[in-house]
């Protein structure tokens, strides 16, 4: 199992960025897909960003150009770099890790975007 951690999130002005960062525990890190979800109240959690064990990232269409996903190997850590925030980017913001043998979460982080 992959014990997960968020940071970075917060309030910021429409236009801003921000920065996320999850911290994983465990030697298997550098073996899991990662990735980033949000969820906003009464939707559906959505995927915002993936990124393989060997570097291959996706976007959907929604955050393609203003949200970059990169990972540590090293320092067992995943980041999400958000620009240009839009005030629907709102939402609980949680790191995934995932692998044919688990499938773990963390336990959110608020990112809130004014207008």
């Known amino acids: 199992q992959v014990q997960l951690v968020e940071s970075g999130g917060g309030l910021v002005q429409a236009g801003g960025s921000l920065r996320l960062s999850c911290a994983a525990s465990?030697?298997?890190?550098?073996?899991?897909?990662m990735a980033w979800y949000r969820q906003s109240p009464g939707k559906q959690r959505e995927l915002v960003a993936g990124i393989s064990s060997g570097g291959v990232t996706n976007y959907p269409d929604s955050v393609k150009g203003r949200f970059t996903i990169s990972r540590d190997n090293t320092q067992n850590t995943v980041n999400l770099q958000m620009n240009s925030l839009k005030p629907e980017d709102t939402a609980v913001y949680y790191c995934n890790a995932r692998s044919p043998y688990y499938d773990c979460w963390g336990q959110g982080t608020q990112v809130t975007v004014s207008s």
């Open positions: 465990g030697s298997i890190f550098r073996f899991s897909t």
